[in-house]
RNA sequence: GCGCAAUUGGUGAAGGGGUUAACACGGCGGAUUGUGGUUCCGUUAUGCAAGGGUUCGAAUCCCUUAUUGCGCC
């Protein structure tokens, strides 16, 4: 079956819902962790399984390039292949489009770039992307579009904006597999009338969920909150919304506020490599010298397989001899962190206080308590 | 005991009269938003074994002492 999304109760835009796919029934607003290359770095399934983790990510560029969508698909799929028994979303590589800026050459036709392994030439296009996502078999596959870098001149802005919609439907037109949900991305820049028209010409093509991407690649808070504003509201009550690399605790209850459903960032695992750690006093960096004896959990009150077994001293150890371990264990604890407020997020919403917790959590994020 | 050589930060070291002591590692701090596990940025010796001398100017030249290494009794 495709994807079904049900809205259950909006308490000023803040919508809570349920999303049926081909895994299980999952509540949103929700956090989905980014496992690129058919893993979440550093952990198993089980773990994230442990954390209520539901959809995750994996990127068709990545997975094109190394091992093939062939093998994937030889293996039984995605799902098989990595053995993650939950919705997979797969990123349609239009990101690569703006994170490869240096190595590409944008047409009409699709994209070339360099392989970031071997300098290779490769051609992606939008119906390859989708071709390649039909065959990893993930639950939810993206447009390939083009993310656009910000600042962008507005002429700049309008024509790329323009040929993401027409790539959008010559994706839809060759998509074919009855399992999976197709999502539309907004683009559109920094401007209003363009994300408007991004908006308007997506829902025209009709897809499964619509997402708003080309923000977080630089601009400063309140623009990346325009951007979503001057956007959502011509999107559909009856389609999830994902707002496409967006992971910073704030931004996660500023994204539900202007009425988002699903987020994915790699933040919380790049975080945890590099010895950082969400608190809900604000971000610590476990190598600092003044945890090197402390033998408290990272959270006291936290309900993650980290914070129930191990320190902070211990930790500040592993990640400073760079011991894998340590980014396991930051991961598991920044991963579960914004699974927990997602949690605690969806049951303000249905307590009708979404807006007080919003506000009570974000000072306590800022201010340190 | 005599001769020769060496001594520069937490570490490995460059510099053999010219002003701010290179570089690397380590340390400390920061960054990170549709992945960077190997990334990026900042900072880290008011001082060159100690003392004295020559010179406008000394880590650099000279003397004394200390320590270390090598060789010879």
Known sequence: MKLKYELIKNDQSARLGKLKTNYGVYETPMFMPVGTLANVKTLTPEELYEMNSAIILANTYHLWLRPGEDIVA??????????????????????????????????????????????????????LSIQIQNKLDSDIAMS????????????YAKESTERTIRWAKRGKDVHNNSNQALFGIIQGGEYEDLRKYSALETVKIDFDGYAIGGTSVGEDKQTM?????????????????????????????????????????????????????????????LKNLKYKEDFNPIENNCDCYTCKNYTKSYIRHLITCDEMLGGRLLSIHNIRFLIKEMEEIREAIKNGNFKEFKEQFISKYKNGD
Do not use: W
């Not at 790049?270 to 950082?276: D, K, S, Y």
């Open 74 to 127: 030889k293996a039984g799929g995605l799902h098989k292949f990595m053995n993650y028994n939950g919705p997979i979303l797969t990123d349609s590589g239009g990101f690569q489009v703006f994170s490869l800026a240096r190595k590409k050459d944008i047409i009409e036709e699709g994209v070339f770039f360099k392989s970031h392994i071997d300098g290779k030439k490769l051609f992606l296009t939008p119906e």
């Open 144 to 155: 390939f579009d083009e993310c656009i870098p910000y600042p962008a001149s507005y002429e």
């Open 225 to 285: 909150y325009k951007m979503i504003d001057y956007a959502i509201k011509y999107l559909p009550n009856d389609k999830p919304r994902y707002l496409m690399g967006v992971g910073e605790p704030i931004d996660l209850l500023e994204g539900v506020a202007r009425g988002i459903d699903m987020f994915d960032c790699v933040l919380p695992t790049r975080l945890a490599r590099h010895g950082n750690a969400f608190t809900r006093n604000g971000r610590i960096n």
